[in-house]
């Protein structure tokens, strides 16, 4: 795509800005564009001080002109629609026309894999990853690692083809926020050749909008129509490398809600879209039989032409009346066994919040539930339900993930033992399944996970807070590991992904209109945004060509402003502490008294003598002042099953801070828990050996008129070592060490300190806090932390 702006331009003898004077001149057109509405464009070129710029352009109407000669993304087309309904007049069905705006599939393919910026982020082959040198243990990510890959290209192609697969998501959405009906049903294409982090990132532009389907029923639609011919044939397609391959698109997978899944499989919603599951049999872990698309197209035309009864049909097949759905015609595809994992609906809402949380909240009561949640100790980065969860409305994706980092903590000590070991099975699965890469050994940890659930389920029927667990959203569990195998890690189908494109390309495309025939308007606001989208990234692309900028050089702007405080330790371990200090030059005696730091003067006398013996060249006193900062930053090493890229902890240890509004009360004193090395001999840089956990009081550097040290310190509090373990809640319980009756402290370099981790307290049955010298180790806090213990 880019080579052939790029040989145009020369051609025609143009710059690179094209049809735009500069640098400056794209960057303000991109800010109007992107940003203002066109209204206020007209008002903001009309404006006197604008008039003296010199733009190519002097009103919206010139500027708009400009845009639309730039290159630009599949064109879009109107199709009208005669839909038959049932409400009878005269004798006569009722018929309405609708309006589907569409592009054309296999173009939207080709500018996808036309784009130079997905360079190597593109696979064309299957592939078999494993974790071992023998090739013993299988690994699942990316969509190419799986099974579906491997099957597709060896059974179905001639030699030699490139397969696509095609991923397409739906989700219906309201235009309209505060009033009016405005609905849209937009549909979204991708491609499993696509590496998943670029895929689930909306700034990356690897998901296209194809479709705006009117709210109708899916059967009236052929919009996949060119698909066929593509699928079966194969198409010729230049790719991010710059070569051809002739490439077959065949719809793999349909990213969708539950209501929509079984709306696109032609199912009842009270049943499995994958498999042909009893009406009362969706409460047990165990597999039935998998639809098949020709039975199920058979079943189909046998009830459209009476041949099968209704009883049959909708009560033992569990089939709605959808005749003609719009994959029948589409070669090699399984629609079924496409339906992928819906992390969003399926766990974080349905099973947990839906259902655990309504259950723990039935046996615990609300007040008992909020009091705890009010309780809850602090974390950097930890929401904190301060008035409880029972009387909130509005929920999100966010705040499920929110309520799972605590929830067993929550209801330990408050509930039975079994109802502990179910809740905790669910939030195993949970967190397992949104791993991004999986081994055989990840997905026996997940499907022990779900047996433990169903173990243990009973429970809840016992305590009378539940009747059955016959619920598609607790039956979809059973499907997410032979998903993962064929399809890689569930991560990559999330349907985060299309709700967040909604606000860009539905949402804001909808406030960009007038609000009449606005499909229309919002599909001539999404081609301008595309055009913008494909100029910048020309330009990059350019740029970048002729500046011959390393291929690493992206990963310069990763790193935190403070850079020249940052201190890399290794190649995965380091931490950086505020370009300004906080605290500067405090007496130790305020540290004592506002940090709790009551033993810090013997802790750095003792860590002097032993690390820089003979350096110090007085005794310390209280009146010393040293210089304390609020917060380390801790660089944690990438984990394969959580994340490819490192990642920043926050790490806090500040007093009670006076706000500078007297409206507003003061900031609560924060001091967080770590996992700090405290035997660097069984220290092997996974799992818990030779670790302790240590509450960190004070974060400073050791002045140079008392002695030279390369680090920042740490003044901790530690905790018992990491031995008593709860096999109820499978994590460590903590109690605070002591010694002489006071705490147990050290100083230890920044170096030592692995991350941050969060203890929660232990409850009495009256919703307090027990003991404040009593915790638990919170394995749940992040992915991070949950893979270390599970590895431990």
């Keep these: 795509m880019f080579d052939g702006i790029r040989a145009e331009q020369e051609a025609l003898g143009l710059d690179p800005w094209a049809p735009f004077a500069d640098e400056e001149e794209w960057a303000l057109v991109k800010w109007l564009i992107s ?11 009309k404006l006197p001080i604008t008039q003296h710029m010199r733009t190519l352009f002097k009103s919206k109407y010139t500027l708009m002109k400009a845009v639309d000669k ?24 009722e018929r309405e026309e609708l309006e589907l705006w569409l592009r054309n599939p296999v173009d939207c393919i080709r500018e996808l894999m036309a784009n130079a910026e997905f360079n190597g982020v593109v696979s064309y082959t299957p592939e078999r990853v494993f974790a071992d040198v023998e090739g013993k243990v299988r690994q699942y990510d990316e969509m190419w690692t799986g099974d579906w890959l491997w099957e597709m290209q060896v059974r179905r192609l001639p030699e030699g083809a490139m397969v696509a697969p095609v991923i397409l998501a739906s989700d219906k959405t309201s235009l309209s926020q505060f009033r009016g009906d405005q609905e849209v049903w937009p549909v979204y294409l991708t491609l499993g050749n696509i590496s998943k982090d670029i895929r689930r990132q909306p700034s990356k532009h690897a998901s296209i909008l194809i479709a705006y389907l009117p709210i109708s029923k899916l059967e009236c639609f052929s919009l996949l129509e060119p698909l066929v011919s593509a699928g079966k044939d194969g198409v010729d397609v230049i790719c991010p490398d710059s070569r051809v391959r002739r490439m077959h698109p065949i719809l793999a997978a349909y990213v969708a809600d539950f209501p929509e899944q079984c709306l696109v499989s032609c199912c009842m919603e009270n049943r499995c879209p994958k498999y042909v599951v009893g009406r009362n049999d969706h409460g047990e872990m165990r597999r039935s039989a998998p639809r098949e698309r020709d039975s199920t197209m058979e079943y189909l035309r046998q009830h459209s032409q009476g041949e099968l009864s209704s009883d049959r ?21 399984d629609i079924f066994l496409g339906m992928t994992p819906d992390i969003l609906h399926q766990l974080h809402k349905g099973v947990f919040k839906d259902h655990v949380i309504s259950w723990c909240t039935d046996i615990m009561g609300e007040e008992a539930l909020d009091a705890r949640f009010k309780l809850m100790s602090s ?11 029972s009387k909130r409305k509005q929920w999100t994706g966010a705040d499920y993930r929110e309520l799972q980092r605590v929830f067993l903590g929550v209801i330990a000590g408050a509930v039975d033992n079994r109802v502990i070991a179910a809740v905790r099975a669910v939030l195993d699965f949970i967190y397992y399944a949104q791993y991004q890469l999986h081994t055989a050994n990840s997905l026996a940890r997940m499907h022990a996970a779900l047996a433990s659930f169903h173990d243990n389920k009973d429970v809840f029927v016992e305590l009378r807070v539940c009747e059955h667990f016959n619920i598609p959203k607790i039956h979809s569990m059973v499907h997410y590991i032979d998903s993962i195998r064929l399809f890689g890690s569930a991560d990559g189908f999330n349907t985060e992904l299309p709700e967040r494109l909604h606000i860009d390309l539905a949402k804001r495309a909808y406030r960009a209109s007038n609000r009449r025939d606005y499909v229309i308007q919002m599909t001539t606001w999404l081609r301008r945004q595309e055009s913008l989208y494909i100029k910048d990234a020309y330009l990059h692309c350019r740029s970048d060509s002729e500046d011959d ?3 690493n050089s992206h990963q310069l702007h990763t790193m935190p402003r403070q850079i020249h405080r940052y201190m890399m330790l290794s190649a995965t371990r380091g931490y950086f502490v505020p370009k300004i200090c906080s605290f ?13 730091a009551s033993h810090f003067i013997p802790a750095l006398q003792a860590f002097v003598n032993e690390h820089l013996p003979g350096h110090l060249h007085r005794p310390l006193n209280a009146q010393d002042r040293i210089d304390v900062y609020k917060y380390l930053s801790v660089l ?13 902890f926050k790490l806090r240890a500040s007093p009670v801070v006076a706000s500078r509004d007297p409206r507003r009360p003061p900031a609560p004193a924060r001091f967080d828990t770590a996992l700090v090395i405290e035997n660097r001999e069984l220290y092997t840089g996974k799992g818990i050996a030779g670790l302790c956990v240590g509450e960190v009081k004070v974060v400073f550097n050791l002045p140079s008129r008392l002695a030279i040290f390369s680090h920042p310190l740490l003044y901790i509090h530690w905790f018992r070592p990491l031995q008593t373990f709860d096999n109820n809640l499978q994590t460590f319980r903590l109690a605070r060490s002591l010694r002489q009756h006071g705490p147990h402290a050290v100083i230890v370099p920044a170096t030592e300190v692995i991350r941050p981790c969060h203890v929660i307290p232990r409850f009495t049955r009256q919703h307090v806090v027990d003991d404040a010298e009593q915790f638990y180790l919170n394995k749940y806090i992040d992915l991070d932390l949950f893979e270390r213990l599970a590895s431990r």
């Design 35 to 45: 940003r203002v509405g066109q209204t206020a464009i007209d008002e903001f070129l």
């Design 70 to 93: 730039l290159p630009h993304g599949t064109e879009w087309q109107l199709k009208r629609i005669n839909v038959e309904g049932n409400i009878l007049t005269d004798g006569q069905c």
């Design 313 to 333: 049909f909708e009560g033992d097949l569990g089939l709605r009346a959808i005749y003609q759905p719009f994959w029948s015609t589409l070669p090699h595809n």
């Design 379 to 389: 974390y950097a980065g930890l929401r904190h339900f301060k008035k409880g969860i």
């Design 549 to 551: 900028i390393p291929a």
């Design 584 to 596: 500067p030059n405090i007496p130790i005696q305020r540290l004592i008294e506002n940090h709790g």
């Design 636 to 648: 944690s090493p990438a984990w394969p099953h959580i994340t490819d890229s490192k990642r920043f």
